[in-house]
């Protein structure tokens, strides 16, 4: 296993369109993570599961957004009707111990540009 | 008031100096800190973890705590240029599973 898998690294798309991202955690990790990163700006905590509920969803994350994570597994981020300011780099983490005590190993994330 | 704030930066020193990251945060309940290494166009890497009141060496890296003032600092000694990155403090509950970011500070080591 090598880390955490995120896919695609880029995607560029109009404003308007739907997109997908999935992250592929560790595979015995049951804690995932998502954040938002904008240029000049530190990660913003989006959402967090826990196997395959989601615990807790951050106000950044409006009603565009959805995260699931089936089965425990990977998890998959959609952004529908995206805006112009949905563009910015979006990490995945996981773990298999509270975050808290050791910190995050993020995937190499997944750059979005909206035009 | 941020969470964690950081000064942005840049900060600029040569080569085989000590560099000098600060960090603040505003929730004395906080207990675990963390320093993240950003090169340009990547993901964070965690660097550094501290969660009591002193100083944690790692190689060239040295981590600072004080609780009392609020005051996480990293020390980089022989500064290389590969070094050059952005450097990103957060703070976490121990047990918790949200991490809190600083906006980073970018750091400029010239050869």
């Known amino acids: 296993d090598t880390g955490v898998s995120q896919n695609p690294r880029h995607k560029i798309t109009k404003r308007g369109q739907n997109v997908t991202f999935r992250c592929d955690p560790i595979?015995?990790?049951?804690?995932l993570y998502w954040y938002r990163q904008t240029l000049g700006q530190g990660p913003e905590f989006l959402t967090y599961?826990?196997?395959?509920?989601?615990?807790?969803k951050s106000r950044l994350l409006s009603d565009r957004f959805s995260a699931e994570r089936p089965k425990g597994s990977f998890s998959t981020l959609e952004i529908q009707r995206t805006e112009q300011g949905d563009s910015a780099m979006y990490l995945c983490?996981?773990?298999?111990?509270?975050?808290?005590?050791?910190?995050?190993?993020f995937g190499s994330g997944t750059r979005l540009t909206v035009v | 008031q941020k969470e964690v704030e950081q000064n942005s930066g840049p900060l600029s020193v040569p080569e085989g100096a000590i560099a000098s990251l600060n960090c603040t945060y505003s929730?004395?309940?906080?207990?675990?800190f963390f320093w993240y290494r950003q090169y340009s166009g990547k993901s964070p890497e965690l660097i550094m973890s501290?969660?009591?009141?002193g100083d944690k060496e790692d190689g060239r890296f040295t981590a600072q705590l004080n609780k009392a003032s609020q005051y996480v600092s990293l020390l980089i000694r022989d500064s290389q240029p590969s070094d050059s990155a952005t450097y990103l403090c957060?703070?976490?509950?121990?047990?918790?599973?949200?991490?809190?970011f600083g906006a980073g500070t970018r750091l400029f080591v010239k050869a």
């Open positions: 929730d004395r309940g906080s207990q675990s």
């Open positions: 599961f826990q196997n395959e509920a989601q615990l807790e």
């Open positions: 595979s015995e990790h049951n804690r």
């Open positions: 957060a703070v976490a509950y121990t047990g918790g599973f949200k991490t809190i």
């Open positions: 983490a996981s773990s298999l111990v509270p975050v808290g005590d050791y910190g995050y190993t």
């Open positions: 501290i969660y009591s009141n």
